[in-house]
């Protein structure tokens, strides 16, 4: 991934990183105004994109983005390789950039740069890099300063934590702000684990974890449920099944004449047998059970995956293109009191007013949507002149 994080005086800075996250080359280049040096511009990231074997540009949406989305797209025109970009949401980036961990983890980068290098990351992974961020400074709204400060930290780190161990954490990738993160770990033991795995290479059990400093069974009896080891030759380790529940699992695939590379339909399967009865015969509750066979029947798979994929573009459309009827997919830019923009790829946002937005009642658009959400509309009316896009979200057809 190649990343653009926009500016206009001081320039693009732009970081490449490899598909672990690694830095592989940084820079700044001028293409937006005052200076416009876009033949300049376009051949050193023309460069890069070769060099690297670049596959997506991530941009962020913050100033200048724009003049920078419609400079990728012209390059993207040029080039001999498939390359799409996606516009990102950058808030938070700079508090990252200037924090002490930026430092820590990019002590010779400008701040800058250590912005561009979160852009990367955030197409990528996008918990990951943010879970490096105060959740204060990810847009969580402006009346923050109102409330009492202790509950507000405990509520925010909840929902993190929640999120975290929802999803799962790589234990070969993760850094330690990620590892921290997980219940039964702390920040001493989320570096003893990086450590371990600098120096002895990649984890392949789960078990392993127990070699590691300070990390006994209690905080492992915790831990391990939410840790996954793509690694492993144990398919159990790569889900969200407890190494407490492995003998569990494996009496419900004997039962129900399934292996562990052969559980898709292990639901239905379980239901046809009937759960009160699996439940009785493997000697656990009927909803352990039911998590288990949905795990093994989707191991590794993260829970994002059923949620819309980032729109990739490839051109920016002009307003010229758009006609009345045309339904598009955009991401949600703002919301506002009286209604919603939207990036459809054109060089200006649509609007989606607070009347157009959902089919029930709603007192403010954010009961409906948020910034970052993928959302379709219908255009319903275009004025070339004023550069007014109006966007409907509640008549787009149903499919």
């Given at each position: 991934?190649?990343?653009?994080?926009?500016?206009?005086?001081?320039?693009?800075?732009?970081?490449?990183?490899?598909?672990?996250?690694?830095?592989?080359?940084?820079?700044?280049?001028?293409?937006?105004?005052?200076?416009?040096?876009?033949?300049?511009?376009?051949?050193?990231?023309?460069?890069?994109?070769?060099?690297?074997?670049?596959?997506?540009?991530?941009?962020?949406?913050?100033?200048?983005?724009?003049?920078?989305?419609?400079?990728?797209?012209?390059?993207?025109?040029?080039?001999?390789?498939?390359?799409?970009?996606?516009?990102?949401?950058?808030?938070?980036?700079?508090?990252?950039?200037?924090?002490?961990?930026?430092?820590?983890?990019?002590?010779?980068?400008?701040?800058?740069?250590?912005?561009?290098?979160?852009?990367?990351?955030?197409?990528?992974?996008?918990?990951?890099?943010?879970?490096?961020?105060?959740?204060?400074?990810?847009?969580?709204?402006?009346?923050?300063?109102?409330?009492?400060?202790?509950?507000?930290?405990?509520?925010?780190?909840?929902?993190?934590?929640?999120?975290?161990?929802?999803?799962?954490?790589?234990?070969?990738?993760?850094?330690?702000?990620?590892?921290?993160?997980?219940?039964?770990?702390?920040?001493?033991?989320?570096?003893?684990?990086?450590?371990?795995?600098?120096?002895?290479?990649?984890?392949?059990?789960?078990?392993?974890?127990?070699?590691?400093?300070?990390?006994?069974?209690?905080?492992?009896?915790?831990?391990?449920?939410?840790?996954?080891?793509?690694?492993?030759?144990?398919?159990?380790?790569?889900?969200?099944?407890?190494?407490?529940?492995?003998?569990?699992?494996?009496?419900?695939?004997?039962?129900?004449?399934?292996?562990?590379?052969?559980?898709?339909?292990?639901?239905?399967?379980?239901?046809?047998?009937?759960?009160?009865?699996?439940?009785?015969?493997?000697g656990v509750g009927v909803p352990t059970l039911r998590d288990i066979a949905k795990e093994l029947s989707k191991p590794g798979r993260d829970p994002r995956d059923e949620l819309p994929a980032p729109i990739l573009r490839t051109d920016v459309l002009d307003i010229k293109d758009l006609k009345p009827g045309m339904v598009l997919t955009g991401t949600v830019r703002n919301v506002i009191d009286f209604g919603v923009f939207v990036d459809i790829g054109v060089h200006q946002?649509?609007?989606?007013?607070?009347?157009?937005?959902?089919?029930?009642?709603?007192?403010?658009?954010?009961?409906?949507?948020?910034?970052?959400?993928?959302?379709?509309?219908?255009?319903?009316?275009?004025?070339?002149?004023?550069?007014?896009?109006?966007?409907?979200?509640?008549?787009?057809?149903?499919?």
């Amino acid at each position: 991934i190649l990343a653009v994080d926009p500016a206009y005086r001081t320039g693009c800075k732009i970081a490449v990183i490899d598909r672990r996250g690694n830095v592989l080359d940084t820079g700044v280049v001028y293409p937006t105004p005052p200076q416009s040096k876009i033949t300049e511009a376009e051949a050193k990231l023309t460069q890069l994109i070769y060099k690297h074997g670049v596959d997506v540009i991530s941009i962020g949406n913050g100033t200048a983005s724009k003049e920078a989305e419609i400079f990728v797209a012209n390059l993207i025109k040029k080039l001999n390789r498939p390359v799409n970009y996606a516009v990102v949401n950058e808030a938070g980036a700079s508090v990252y950039s200037a924090s002490k961990l930026g430092a820590e983890e990019f002590p010779d980068f400008d701040v800058s740069l250590r912005s561009a290098v979160s852009i990367a990351r955030r197409l990528q992974d996008p918990l990951a890099e943010l879970i490096k961020i105060d959740v204060k400074s990810i847009g969580v709204g402006q009346y923050q300063h109102d409330m009492p400060q202790k509950e507000l930290d405990v509520s925010l780190n909840a929902v993190v934590e929640d999120c975290v161990n929802a999803v799962g954490v790589d234990l070969n990738t993760a850094s330690p702000s990620l590892l921290t993160r997980v219940a039964g770990l702390n920040g001493t033991i989320a570096k003893n684990i990086v450590a371990f795995r600098e120096e002895n290479g990649v984890f392949t059990t789960r078990r392993q974890l127990l070699k590691v400093a300070k990390l006994g069974p209690k905080a492992f009896e915790q831990c391990a449920g939410f840790l996954r080891v793509p690694e492993s030759k144990n398919v159990l380790d790569n889900t969200g099944v407890h190494p407490e529940s492995y003998d569990a699992a494996k009496g419900l695939l004997e039962l129900l004449g399934a292996t562990p590379k052969d559980a898709r339909d292990l639901p239905a399967r379980l239901n046809a047998y009937g759960a009160e009865k699996a439940a009785e015969a493997i000697g656990v509750g009927v909803p352990t059970l039911r998590d288990i066979a949905k795990e093994l029947s989707k191991p590794g798979r993260d829970p994002r995956d059923e949620l819309p994929a980032p729109i990739l573009r490839t051109d920016v459309l002009d307003i010229k293109d758009l006609k009345p009827g045309m339904v598009l997919t955009g991401t949600v830019r703002n919301v506002i009191d009286f209604g919603v923009f939207v990036d459809i790829g054109v060089h200006q946002d649509g609007l989606v007013h607070i009347s157009q937005v959902s089919n029930k009642f709603i007192k403010h658009p954010s009961e409906a949507v948020a910034v970052g959400d993928v959302v379709k509309v219908v255009v319903l009316d275009v004025d070339e002149k004023k550069h007014r896009i109006s966007l409907s979200m509640k008549q787009v057809p149903e499919e």
